[in-house]
């Protein structure tokens, strides 16, 4: 995959958490914050929720017997913790302290809605994202599950939906990561359609930018320019927002040394302005530090 981009200023260095004894990350799915800047990486073997120190020394781990396959992690401005589970269909919302506050969709069900016509299911839920008014979108749609946004209030009740499977404008094909810019856009990561797409809150299409490859990853970043971390390209790249790539971290690509990639499937940047990025197939988190 070719692109030409000015090099970043970053250089990546060896994994440096300090897990407890006898402790491994599994495929590490999802990376993200809190105010504190502590790290938070969700993966896929015990203790699947796991807190860091900024220095990445461990605090804590907890969510056993919850997750399948874990995937998405955000963290919202209340320091409240946003779970998914693509395999269980579920998404969870812990408070700062870890206890479960919320949960979304019906464990190891899928479909539109409860039998009782109560509750919103979901079909692989793959991130869930508090929105700047305090709303939740949550996409779905691994590979089996329908492609599409669900749209919730602050208390769970379910708003609105849209999307489906295709490759037109407002359709996805696997809606795998999504952030907010200032004005409230949502910018969402169609990683099989190789695209980001635009949207208002009420999802009307704005725009997209075309991403050949697998863009899986999204960050945005205080200066309101995007961190893309491209999946099996293992290329970490920073973007405009209309799409334009502006710069890119040398050094990247496909393998198993230190900045290479399984799969680039999320990516963070913390205040410390270091850049981290969870790689599912290399069962490892990705540091980059300014050179």
Avoid at 6 to 34: D, Q
Avoid at 91 to 97: E, I, M, R
Avoid at 99 to 105: A, F, I, N, P, S
């Amino acid at each position: 995959m070719q692109i030409t981009a000015p090099p970043l200023p970053y250089v990546a260095v060896a994994e440096s958490f300090k897990l407890p004894s006898g402790a491994n990350f599994h495929g590490t799915s999802g990376i993200a914050f809190n105010s504190k800047g502590n790290i938070f990486v969700i993966h896929r073997g015990p203790m699947p929720l796991m807190e860091f120190d900024p220095d990445g020394h461990f605090i804590r781990g907890f969510g056993d017997g919850m997750f399948e396959r874990s995937h998405g992690l955000r963290i919202d401005a209340e320091d409240n913790i946003w779970a998914t589970d693509v395999r269980s269909n579920m998404v969870y919302k812990f408070d700062p302290s870890g206890r479960l506050e919320m949960v979304l969709g019906v464990k190891g069900h899928t479909g539109e809605w409860h039998p009782f016509g109560h509750l919103r299911l979901f079909d692989e839920p793959n991130e869930a994202v508090v929105g700047p008014t305090g709303d939740i979108f949550v996409l779905q749609g691994h590979g089996k599950g329908e492609s599409r946004v669900l749209k919730f209030d602050g208390d769970g009740t379910f708003i609105k939906t849209w999307g489906g499977k295709g490759k037109g404008p407002g359709e996805f094909d696997l809606p795998h990561s999504l952030v907010f810019d200032a004005q409230g856009l949502l910018y969402i990561a169609d990683r099989n359609n190789a695209r980001i797409q635009v949207f208002d809150a009420d999802g009307n299409y704005i725009r997209e930018s075309a991403h050949p490859g697998a863009p899986c990853g999204l960050f945005m970043g205080a200066d309101q320019h995007i961190w893309l971390a491209h999946g099996h390209t293992g290329l970490i790249m920073k973007l405009n927002l209309n799409g334009k790539v502006v710069g890119m971290i040398e050094g990247g690509g496909q393998g198993k040394t230190t900045g290479k990639y399984g799969e680039a499937h999320y990516i963070a940047v913390s205040p410390r302005d270091e850049i981290f990025v969870a790689d599912t197939l290399n069962w490892r988190v990705q540091k980059y530090v300014r050179k």
